[in-house]
């Protein structure tokens, strides 16, 4: 069965640095591209960004080319989002993908959801 | 502002058949791209309903149907149900953006 496992919910501080991860299981991580998708509260999604397990090839969003830093360690079959420094305007709902492309393509698995809260 | 456009809401009685649009143009539905639709109820992720225009994965009733057409697609629903009541989302690629994946704005499906 096909799963990506994110990790919980985080609550953090403006300035302060994050890294949420996303493990995928029951297929052959190195063959699909992870994305990561952005839902504020009560909002619609948004792409951030996205990466290619097999050898970690990245493209970013232009809104978010510059906050964020999308990693993965395929050893353990892992993909990461991470901040340096948060913003308020960070809290948001962080959801990973799974698709076969990276652009011109559906998203056929989705993560559970990490839900990132950023007050002071 | 999405780049596709989706009508914030819909509704429809149980058994009736409902649309939903989603509106582009000739940068991402119009150059050919495909549409992906998503199902997300609240508080869950996202759930690939249609993709490339019109296919259903595995376990999603016949109910659900796309289309697309020049810069435009659409999701039809029918025999309404009450757990259909959800958000649905439209998904294609934009050429003139670097932006791999863009969304409508979401329209969300009330069963009377």
């Known amino acids: 069965e096909v799963q990506l496992v994110q990790s919980g919910a985080e609550v953090k501080k403006p300035g302060e640095s994050l890294k949420i991860s996303c493990k995928g299981s029951?297929?052959?991580?190195?063959?699909?591209?992870i994305g990561w998708v952005r839902q504020m509260p009560g909002k619609g999604l948004e792409w951030m960004g996205i990466i290619y397990a097999g050898d970690s090839d990245t493209t970013y969003s232009p809104s978010f080319q510059g906050q964020i830093t999308i990693s993965a360690d395929k050893s353990i079959t892992t993909a990461y989002l991470q901040w340096s420094s948060l913003k308020a305007s960070d809290t948001a709902m962080y959801y990973c993908t799974r698709s076969i492309a990276a652009l011109d393509t559906s998203v056929d698995f989705w993560g559970q959801g990490t839900l990132v809260t950023v007050s002071s | 502002q999405s780049v596709l456009t989706q009508p914030p809401s819909v509704s429809g009685a149980p058994g009736q058949r409902v649309t939903i649009s989603c509106t582009g143009n000739?940068?991402?539905?119009?150059?050919?791209?495909?549409v992906h639709w998503y199902q997300q109820f609240p508080g869950t992720a996202p759930k690939l309903l249609i993709y490339d225009n019109h296919n259903r994965p595995s376990g999603v009733p016949d109910r659900f149907s796309g289309s697309k057409s020049g810069t435009s697609a659409s999701l039809a629903i029918t025999g309404l149900l009450a757990e259909d009541e959800a958000h649905y989302y439209c998904q294609s690629h934009d050429s003139s953006l670097n932006i791999y994946w863009v969304f409508g704005g979401g329209t969300k499906l009330t069963v009377l």
């Open positions: 000739s940068s991402n539905i119009g150059a050919g791209y495909d």
């Open positions: 029951g297929y052959s991580f190195n063959d699909y591209w």
